[in-house]
């Protein structure tokens, strides 16, 4: 019988059993961030210990980043002094940061890959529940509580209990203005915020093998949306190259061997799974969420559900979502105003999502009455996009071109909502107040409908405000 | 020495909705923080409190639940963010125990990680929970986790723990810490053995 790569990369990490039958993991690759290490560092210095293994953790700064103005001291003493607590931490334990100005500063999910340190075979681990976005290159990546982060300061080990994994398959390829952030809204949608749970997500299938490896990393993104802990795609050769060459991607004759072993972390053709679901392209439309939850979403042409249509348990959260957002139940989500849009955050912040976007958007001018920015997903990716001439493209159509930083997504830094204004957004969590105000909504959608919906001043299908497909 | 948690017993408050996430637990501008302390007093803050800081209705807000131990939420409790911030806020509210139907991954590690069980109940006996402590905000709650059994008025109702978990906490070896340190040289095989990222001059 084969094996999964999630059985594969979990065996080659199990360390040994731990007396109440968890397994000792060890984690290839740390990441940290600003917001849930401080008090990891606290934990350790209360406890007399050093970070074990420092080359194995790399650091920046992303949840609370100033994009308007990073000049220093930030204007909230809090998010400077997080940003200080950082760099002092770094510092004393010897672990690389990438810091303001450094040139790869960005949020933790964008630089991992952009940067080679994310590679298949690996577990990685990071207190940010995005961290599966790194499962994309075959990596067990997973998203950890502060505790967790010290631990693997520590011991570069996780007491850890192995998940089951569903395979999804995606099959046929996708629409023209259909894109990854469809997909996954359309998986979610389906089988539901709670559908993950004790499971990894393995994505498969001709639609996911064809796609480039930001739209791998976009689907893996937002396998937490959908209660999986964990998803990702086989490694192959569209992820070997996206590495190459990456900084700190193997090298020379390493890098031939590292190839090898990459390979032998796919699951295998007979790898038998805890459960097969299957998708078909040609059935996932563009794709925006109506409610509260990611899993409340409906294709840019659907009505919101009326409550009878909805199974019996899925109802509270919908009357809820309806009383919150404004809508009435058979309303049609098109044409919907919006007063902010905003494109960003580590599901859809890549360089390739900022050239999709401004491929259609050129010519097109912001509504009037509009608040739009669009956010980096790090200092590298803005730079190249300022140099391939696409920050202007997008300035010229009146958005907000940014710094890098996790930005409105959730609102840990001046970027937020106000009152109940409503944003079309590139993110990946809808939830109540998620963008900083209590009382903010949210609609989700890929990059190129966020556009659509700030040239409409509405939600809008993005193939039809930008002649897609026709 | 850590906490073993044998018979948790205490006032309940009822806290219905499913799916309830962590930055409803916690707001995410209350994260800004070098520390966990003084976490517990913004504990559902925006569902709690309005714009001006003044108290909702709110089980939590309810003068015959103060003093209430023990959490009793839906399925799908902790979702989204990884933040133990959230799990961090209800321990320092000043609640010892968790019920519901079902809580999201990370959630459910963190909280069980510094001493904060979740444990399950079956959606009919959750409901029956959920009534009585409604009706009688007084009612005693026992969760056993020896006997893996929650106990409230007449009712005996069987608890659902991942085995792991529950021995973790009934033998006051939630914190993993230090039997992680054990393994000592045994990292150091895993991390000669193991690539990791190096820059190539």
């Known amino acids: 019988m084969g094996k999964t790569l999630y059985e594969k990369v979990w065996e080659a990490h199990e360390v040994r059993k731990l007396r109440n039958g968890q397994s000792q993991l060890f984690i290839d690759l740390h990441l940290l961030h600003e917001v849930t290490s401080p008090q990891a560092f606290g934990m350790l210095r209360d406890l007399g210990l050093r970070v074990r293994y420092p080359h194995r953790t790399f650091a920046t700064v992303d949840h609370i980043v100033p994009t308007h103005d990073r000049t220093e001291p930030f204007q909230d003493p809090l998010a400077q002094s997080m940003l200080e607590a950082l760099r002092k931490n770094t510092r004393e334990h010897g672990i ?49 509580g502060t505790s967790q982060v010290r631990d693997v300061l520590a011991t570069q080990t996780l007491a850890a209990k192995r998940l089951k994994v569903r395979r999804i398959q995606v099959e046929g390829r996708l629409a023209p203005g259909v894109y990854a952030k469809d997909v996954i809204l359309h998986i979610i949608r389906h089988l539901g915020v709670k559908g993950g749970l004790g499971y990894a997500y393995e994505y498969g299938g001709s639609t996911v093998e064809a796609m480039d490896m930001e739209s791998r990393m976009t689907l893996c993104n937002m396998s937490i949306e959908g209660g999986a802990r964990v998803g990702y795609v086989n490694p192959d050769a569209t992820t070997f ?139 590298w990716v803005a730079k190249k996009a300022e140099e391939e001439g696409i920050a202007e493209v997008f300035q010229e159509a009146g958005f907000a071109w940014r710094m890098p930083g996790c930005s409105m997504c959730l609102a840990m830094n001046p970027d937020r909502l106000e009152g109940d204004e409503l944003c079309a957004s590139s993110s990946n969590r809808n939830y109540k107040g998620r963008m900083g105000s209590p009382r903010g909504r949210t609609v989700l959608m890929s990059p190129l409908m966020v556009a659509a919906a700030a040239v409409a001043g509405e939600i809008a299908d993005a193939r039809e405000v930008f002649g897609i497909g026709r | ?76 409790f902790g979702s989204g963010s990884s933040r133990e911030h959230a799990p961090q806020a209800i321990k320092r509210a000043g609640f010892r125990a968790i019920i519901g139907e079902s809580f999201a991954e990370i959630f459910f590690g963190n909280a069980t990680a510094i001493g904060l069980p979740c444990v399950s109940l079956a959606p009919e006996d959750l409901g029956v929970l959920f009534r009585k402590v409604e009706e009688n905000p007084a009612l005693e709650v026992e969760i056993d986790l020896v006997n893996k059994e929650v106990r409230f008025g007449e009712r005996v109702a069987p608890l659902f723990l991942r085995e792991e978990a529950r021995e973790a906490l009934v033998e006051g070896l939630w914190d993993p810490i230090g039997e992680l340190l054990e393994a000592g040289e045994l990292l150091d095989a895993f991390d000669r053995k193991l690539p990791y990222p190096r820059r190539a001059e």
């Not at chain 1, 499962?135 to 997973?142: C, I, N």
């Not at chain 1, 009505?303 to 809820?320: D, G, Q, S, T």
């Not at chain 1, 050239?355 to 259609?360: D, G, M, N």
Request: glycine residues 10%; proline residues 8%; negative net charge.
């Open chain 1, 96 to 144: 690389p940061f990438f810091d303001l100005g450094s040139g790869n500063q960005g949020i933790v999910h964008v630089i991992g890959p952009q940067l080679g340190l994310t590679q298949p075979g690996m577990t990685i681990a990071c207190g940010d529940s995005h961290t599966s976005t790194h499962g994309a290159f075959g990596a067990v990546a997973f998203g950890i």
């Open chain 1, 241 to 379: 190259q996206y590495l190459e060459g990456r900084p700190y991607a193997p090298k020379g004759a390493e890098w031939e061997e590292a190839k090898k072993r990459w390979l032998a972390f796919r699951s295998d053709p007979d790898a038998s799974y805890d459960d097969v679901v299957t998708f078909l392209a040609e059935e996932i439309a563009p794709t925006v969420t109506w409610g509260i939850t990611p899993g409340q979403a409906i294709p840019i042409d659907g009505r919101i559900p009326l409550l009878e249509e909805l199974p019996e348990e899925e109802r509270p959260v919908a009357e809820e979502a309806l009383a919150y957002m404004g809508f009435r139940p058979g309303q049609p989500i098109k044409g919907v105003p919006v007063q902010v849009a905003f494109i960003g955050s580590c599901t859809n912040a890549r360089l390739s999502d900022l050239r999709e976007v401004a491929r259609y958007l050129k010519g097109h001018k912001v509504k009037k009455g509009v608040r739009a920015l669009v956010v980096p997903g790090s200092e």
């Open chain 2, 1 to 76: 020495m850590l906490e073993k948690f044998t018979v948790i017993r205490g006032r309940a408050v009822p806290l219905r909705g499913e799916d309830i996430d962590t930055d409803r637990i916690i707001p995410a501008r209350f994260m800004k923080s070098l520390t966990f302390e003084g976490l517990g007093q913004y504990l559902f803050y925006d569902e709690r409190f309005d714009e001006k800081g003044n108290p909702k209705p709110h089980p939590l807000n309810d003068p015959r639940y103060q003093g209430a131990t023990i959490l009793v939420v839906e399925s799908g």
